[in-house]
């Protein structure tokens, strides 16, 4: 019998019994009431059967509790079972692999980002120095009412700030940037934010997933790691291992 099932038949049980009950006080106010025709008998029989119902909600309760427990000691060994086949059937390998994939991913998304920033950097750094050059120049040959020669113009502005247009090329150190006029933009974006960016990417659309995100950039990076590297076994073996194939 299912638990459901015992409750059912309790349910029955105590409807049954508080009939028997009812009839039992309402033969009981008819002899108060005078009525001489309920016989001792009548009544005796009323209240055995009230007395036998009674017994069976006490059978039924007892059947109730059989089953609950029954049901109980079932699941239980289903969820034992289910425990044993995790932890002898748990395999970490295809998280070890995932994890040093996406950390070799990561690794070469900084080092591409980085060495675009540095050549980005690099050109910028003498985009300003020339520049700064060019206006030097430019406002002394405005100053002294000559030709500053060159592809800067004859007429120069004194406020001018990008005498390098006349190149074709403007350049900024922060962020570092590098505009060639009519062709296009470099600018660099740092890597740290790029590969922080690229996780956001993949956790944005599961808030406890970004929550367990910002938890984890919210501590120092080593407590990090190293609270990770306890809480995985293996994982830092299979992090440290070379790469196959």
Not at 145 to 167: D, F, I, N, Q
Not at 192 to 203: F, K, P
Request: no cysteine; charged share 25%.
């Amino acid at each position: 019998m299912t638990p459901a099932e015992a409750r059912e038949a309790l349910e029955t049980a105590r409807t049954e019994a508080a009939e028997a009950h009812a009839t039992v006080e309402a033969l009981a106010e008819r002899v108060r009431e005078g009525d001489e025709h309920v016989t001792p008998e009548e009544l005796a029989g009323q209240r055995s059967l009230a007395d036998l119902a009674g017994l069976r909600v006490e059978a039924a309760e007892r059947k109730l509790a059989a089953a609950v427990g029954a049901d109980r000691d079932a699941r239980a060994k289903a969820v034992a079972a289910a425990a044993r086949k995790l932890v002898s059937q748990d395999d970490m390998q295809p998280v070890y692999d995932a994890a040093k994939a996406a950390v070799e991913a990561l690794q070469h998304l900084v080092a591409v980002s980085t060495a675009r920033t540095e050549r980005i950097k690099a050109v910028s750094v003498q985009a300003v120095i020339m520049n700064d050059e060019l206006k030097a120049v430019a406002r002394a040959a405005a100053e002294a009412k000559v030709t500053p020669g060159g592809g800067l113009p004859v007429r120069y502005e004194a406020e001018e700030p990008w005498p390098s247009a006349a190149y074709g090329f403007r350049g900024q150190t922060f962020p570092p940037t590098v505009t060639v006029l009519g062709e296009g933009t470099a600018t660099a974006v740092r890597p740290g934010r790029m590969a922080a960016s690229v996780l956001a990417l993949a956790l944005t659309d599961d808030r406890q997933l970004a929550g367990e995100a910002r938890e984890v950039f919210n501590a120092s990076f080593s407590s990090t790691i190293e609270r990770l590297m306890a809480e995985v076994p293996g994982l830092d073996e299979a992090l440290q291992k070379p790469a196959q194939g």
